[in-house]
């Protein structure tokens, strides 16, 4: 809304004053109706979309911890966890879908102002409060020059934009409550700026009991952020933060329990020591602890109005342990085993860059990216045990390993700008992919005598030159492009492409459980390690956003091209199953995405979304038998999709109920094992007061999940790569029944 005052002119014969006096044009814009919508729709010359702080207020839920339950609510997003803190997935790799796809290698989906400093395994996955956050970027199809990176960007990135210390000294305190015990504790306390320098410090603390079973989830967040910003021209930012997670896993239904929820929904590890020797389904071998620290930071120097210099360096640390019960490992592993999965690796690097802007027409950025990142992924430090008598009994190495270091470097340029009404962005990434070298000492260090220490066992171990390998380096051109047109001031047409790229790191774990078979073939790791390559997809999209009044709607048509796809093939060459660079896969699909105010009073979010994502080709699965993947749905992707949010204030009083659809999926690349489909209800009631004891705002909110208390499998563990012959099952894992949770927020 904008309220003009028009020029008017006042004749000094007619008044007083001597001269004439010319208020001009004077422009008042209301910002109410933008600061409460789900969606950010100011910039249309990027293909993402920008979750604001409503979003994460209302979308977040109770926990507060995990940027996926806000984005989940996009089209063709799909996040699963498995209970109400969003955070007890496996901890090997993230629980969402992006238009079907899932993440490969060890890279994390979610950047941190724009840092790629997210890894898996491991943890950190929940290392920023919601609180300190200030809106999500979500690219899916598109991603930028200057956002493709990490290890992985395959089905696109979630971009976290940190919320700054504040100019104003100010406190901010939650409590939450509810089901199955929860408690979450948050405090945030902003210096104001002083002199050239604002900081803040932040602290939360969660705690939940399993939705089922036995075992809980413990977890704290510390958090500092600094800026100086002595003038216009230079600011610079430091965030440290560290968290520790610990927590137990949740039990993995088979294909014939998950088709059984009414029998098998609760169904969990075992709460007792076991009796039996060999029986590993105890709760308390089945668990993570990790502690992170990450350092984040950010120079901006802007010597002149029309160029900037940019640097962000970036650091995190993660050590800790997942544990998890085993099957049969491989012949010299045994039969059932607990393994500890010891995990101790970092990674850091940084960004430059340096824009100019020529004019409307032309901004140039040119800049450099360098990433360090120490495995797993694939592992080296896996510990197995024997249970004797109910208890755990050292048995060796499932896996030894010393590797090193995975470094990504590319440079990059990008120019964009504004013609009449076309917007353009085009950038090219080349980039430097190298895999560390990996030195394997698995076989012959697997009995109970190999030191339990891992540098005494490597430094006493024996060289297994049969599964080691050199290092091994790719070069990839990334390629970025967006186009858009203004029909008119309310309507924008665009067509973008972009490339991604993943690494799967399958390969190294497949032949050590198999070290036997590939020996007595003749087949050294080395051999197949030289046919590995970068997956990669080229995303198109095409699409419409139409403005009307304060509503925006956005219908949009994509497909993307995926080569190099790993697939577990037998190979005719050596005779042998492995995973392999020798897939190709299509998806494609529809998204609609409306959002805005509906009323001054109404405000929603809507996603729909088609998909889908498969195989373009059979794969040879032994010396005479073929699985048939052609065109078949890949695991856990729907194919529809549907979720809405709307709230409704009255007063001080929001109440937003929102509800998400997901159709039935497949559990394995054959399409034999179905899972039904689902529809989750969940609502928000929040009552804004002023002045409560004192505080300049308070929020009380009362939060229902799962309201119809459904029956239904969250997350199913069943990687694209491994067909039904490779003698890996899926497993699935039940989500989260109903919960009531409340909280109060106030700021002083």
Do not use: C
């Amino acid at each position: 809304m904008k309220l003009l005052i028009p020029m008017m002119s006042i004749a000094a014969s007619t008044i007083l004053f001597a001269n004439t006096i010319e208020l001009g044009e004077i422009a008042v814009t209301d910002t109410f109706n933008n600061s409460r919508q789900f969606i950010d729709d100011a910039n249309t010359t990027e293909g993402k979309q920008k979750f604001t702080p409503k979003s994460i207020e209302t979308l977040s839920t109770q926990a507060n911890m995990n940027p996926y339950s806000v984005i989940q609510y996009s089209p063709s997003v799909n996040f699963t966890p498995v209970d109400q803190a969003g955070s007890n997935e496996p901890s090997y790799h993230d629980p969402i879908r992006i238009r079907g796809k899932s993440q490969s290698g060890p890279g994390g989906v979610f950047m941190v102002d724009g840092m790629p400093i997210s890894s898996n395994p491991g943890g950190g996955k929940e290392m920023i409060d919601m609180e300190n956050i200030a809106s999500i970027d979500l690219f899916k199809g598109y991603v930028p020059a200057d956002k493709n990176l990490g290890f992985s960007s395959l089905i696109g990135k979630v971009d976290i934009n940190l919320l700054d210390p504040s100019q104003n000294f100010g406190t901010t305190f939650s409590q939450g409550f509810g089901s199955d015990d929860f408690k979450r504790t948050f405090i945030r306390v902003d210096s104001g700026k002083v002199g050239d320098v604002s900081g803040f410090g932040s602290f939360s603390y969660l705690s939940n009991d399993k939705t089922k079973g036995e075992g809980d989830l413990k977890r704290t967040n510390e958090m500092v952020g600094l800026n100086y910003e002595p003038n216009d021209k230079l600011k610079a930012q430091l965030f440290a933060i560290h968290n520790s997670d610990d927590h137990h896993n949740y039990y993995n239904l088979s294909y014939a329990e998950a088709k059984d929820l009414d029998t098998y929904f609760d169904k969990d590890f075992s709460k007792t020591h076991p009796t039996a020797n060999n029986d590993v389904n105890y709760f308390d071998w089945n668990k993570q602890s990790f502690d992170t620290t990450a350092v984040m930071g950010e120079v901006e120097y802007k010597p002149t109005p029309n160029d900037k210099i940019t640097i962000k360096p970036y650091y995190k640390k993660d050590k800790g342990d997942y544990w998890y019960s085993s099957g049969n490992l491989n012949a010299a592993a045994g039969t059932n085993r607990v393994i500890d999965w010891r995990i101790d690796h970092d990674l850091f690097g940084t960004t430059a860059e340096y824009d100019h802007t020529f004019s409307e027409a032309l901004k140039a950025k040119i800049g450099y990216w360098y990433h360090k990142q120490l495995p797993p992924g694939p592992p080296s430090d896996q510990v197995k045990y024997k249970v004797v008598n109910g208890q755990l009994v050292y048995d060796g190495y499932a896996i030894l390993a010393d590797n090193d270091y995975h470094i990504l470097q590319a440079p990059f340029v990008e120019v964009s700008g504004k013609i009449n009404d076309f917007n353009y962005v085009a950038g090219l990434q080349y980039q430097s992919f190298k895999i560390g070298a990996l030195n394997s000492y698995t076989n012959g260090n697997t009995a109970s005598n190999t030191s339990l220490d891992y540098d005494t066992a490597i430094a006493n171990g024996t060289l297994d030159s049969w599964a080691s390998v050199d290092a091994k380096t790719l070069h990839t051109l990334i390629p970025s492009l967006y186009l858009g047109y203004e029909f008119d001031p309310s309507t924008t047409g665009y067509i973008d492409y972009s490339r991604t790229y993943g690494f799967d790191v399958n390969l190294f774990p497949t032949y050590i459980q198999n070290r036997s078979n590939f020996v007595g073939k003749n087949v050294t790791l080395q051999q197949l390690w030289d046919k590995l390559d970068l997956e990669l997809s080229d995303n198109i999209d095409v699409g419409v956003k139409r403005k009307i009044g304060d509503i925006t709607i956005n219908p949009n048509l994509f497909v993307s091209f995926v080569k190099n796809k790993q697939a577990n093939i037998y190979d005719p060459t050596y005779l042998v199953n492995y995973p392999a660079n020798v897939g190709n896969a299509l998806g494609y699909g529809a998204e609609l995405s409306a959002y805005g105010n509906i009323t001054d009073n109404v405000d929603f979010l809507v996603g729909l979304s088609y998909n889908r994502y498969n195989f373009t080709q059979n794969f040879q699965s032994s010396s005479s038998a073929t699985v048939e993947t052609d065109g078949k749905q890949l695991p856990d992707a729907p194919k529809v999709m549907a979720k809405a949010a709307v709230s409704y204030h009255i007063g001080d009083w929001t109440l937003t109920p929102s509800v998400r659809y997901s159709s039935s999926r497949w559990g394995d690349v054959a399409n034999t094992q179905k899972i039904g489909s689902y529809t989750l209800v969940d609502f928000d009631i929040s009552y804004n007061m002023d002045n409560f004891i004192g505080s300049k705002d308070a929020v009380f909110r009362l939060t229902a999940t799962n309201l119809t208390d459904r029956k239904y499998i969250a997350t199913i563990n069943a990687a694209d790569n491994f067909l039904a012959a490779s003698g890996t099952s899926s497993t699935y894992q039940t989500g989260a029944p109903f919960g009531l949770f409340g909280s109060i927020s106030v700021k002083f």
